[in-house]
Each structure stands twice: as C-alpha cells, then as structure tokens.
C-alpha cells in the first residue's frame, strides 16, 4: 500500500521564481490537504480540496499562492514569486470522504527560498 | 484562530520510563489525533480518537479522549530509543466539521530516550 506521495522532498529557489509541489493521495483517498510548517512549530492549514474542486482555501495567502487537484494527476501547490518568508517545509495529507478528519500525511517539501 | 494548547514542551527521560503528555483546547472536538513525526519526515498517525471518554491503546501507547470533548493524553509506556521524536495532538474544531475538515495542530512535545 504506498502512502502519501510528495515530490520534490527539497527544492532551492531564488526570490521571484516559481514553486510547484505534487502530491499523489493515497490509494483511494479522494481528499488532499496541504500545510505548512516552520521551525519548531506545528503544521499549519492551507488548502483542502477534491478532485477538481477546492473546498477550503481558508488558510491559504491570497496572493502568489494556490493550489489544484486535476481530474487526473497529483494535486500541485504553486508559489508564485517565492520570498524567503516562504521557506518552509510543506505536507500534503489525504484522507477518504468518510473519514475527513483522519488524515495521512506525506514526507513533505522542504522549500528553501535563498 | 484555533489553538491547542500542548504540554510539556519537551522531555527527557530514561529508557524504560513511561512518558505522559496532554493537549487542550477552549473550543470542542469530535475527533482527537496523535501523530508522531521525525526529522525529515512527515507525521505518522498513531492513535485517532473518535468518541468522548474513549481508551485507546496501539502497542505501548495509549490515548484518551476527555470527557468534556477539549482536552486528550497520550502515554508511551516502557520507552526505547525509537521513541524519540516530536509528538503532535490535532483535530478538527467542531465549528469547520461538516464542511472543511482542517486539521489544528498543537506545537508538539519533543521527546528525548536516554538509553
């Protein structure tokens, strides 16, 4: 049974360029999830979505950030013109519609914004 | 927003020692979640608590879900080194359930395993 998937584990950009993280869910999980974390803190909420439709955005900045989870394909965050305050590491979790609350997590992106 | 309140902040004890911690909240939860991560990993999930006053127990751990729905612990009994690591309680605040169910977070307790 694989687990939540996350790609890249590490990614270095440059102020002002672009960031792309995937997430495949686990197998028969139709929700994803994805949060951030800082140093020595717990995850934080951004995003939560289904297939083709975001659910909650909530947690998510407005501007630079956002997020899809096509018909067919991982679910991708993009951060656009990434600043150094967006260096973090980011998890995507997925869970089944019957069980929304129990949700498992991948191994993360740590982004690095030099 | 939300808040979990998480205690203690870390610990360190002995091999073989039998650890507590406890998390709590001013606002109600229909689910509790312990997660256990390790660095540069993602969080694993040990135990889910779905009911008030439920006992849980997987291997050497065991968690409960107070009875007032705001507050659960966990305890590690006879600890070995692979214990070590952050542990974080969550849930879904009952007002986002229904809908969002986003996930809080407490801001873990690291544990250290003398051995």
């Known amino acids: 049974n694989a687990g939540v998937m996350q790609n890249p584990r590490h990614l270095v950009r440059r102020r002002g360029q672009e960031a792309r993280l995937r997430c495949s869910p686990m197998k028969g999980h139709s929700h994803v999830y994805w949060y951030r974390q800082l140093p020595e803190e717990g995850l934080k909420f951004m995003v939560y979505?289904?297939?083709?439709?975001?659910?909650?955005e909530s947690g998510m900045p407005k501007e630079r950030f956002s997020a899809e989870f096509p018909k067919e394909g991982p679910s991708i965050l993009r951060i656009q013109q990434v600043v150094r305050g967006d260096s973090a590491a980011y998890f995507c979790a997925s869970s089944t519609y019957r069980e929304r609350e129990t949700q498992y997590f991948g191994p993360g992106t740590r982004l690095l914004v030099l | 927003g939300q808040q979990l309140n998480q205690s203690p902040q870390s610990m360190f004890i002995q091999e073989g020692e039998d650890v507590s911690m406890n998390c709590t909240s001013s606002s109600i939860f229909n689910t509790w979640l312990w997660y256990k991560q390790d660095p540069g990993e993602g969080p694993v999930l040990l135990i889910a608590l779905y009911k008030a006053g439920e006992l849980t127990s997987n291997g050497r751990l065991t968690a409960q879900f107070g009875i007032t729905r705001k507050d659960s612990f966990l305890n590690i009994s006879a600890s070995i080194p692979s214990d070590v690591g952050i542990y974080f309680c969550a849930g879904p605040p009952v007002e986002t359930q229904g809908g969002s169910e986003k996930l809080v977070f407490g801001k873990g307790m690291k544990l250290t395993v003398n051995p």
């Open positions: 979505l289904q297939k083709e439709n975001i659910i909650d």
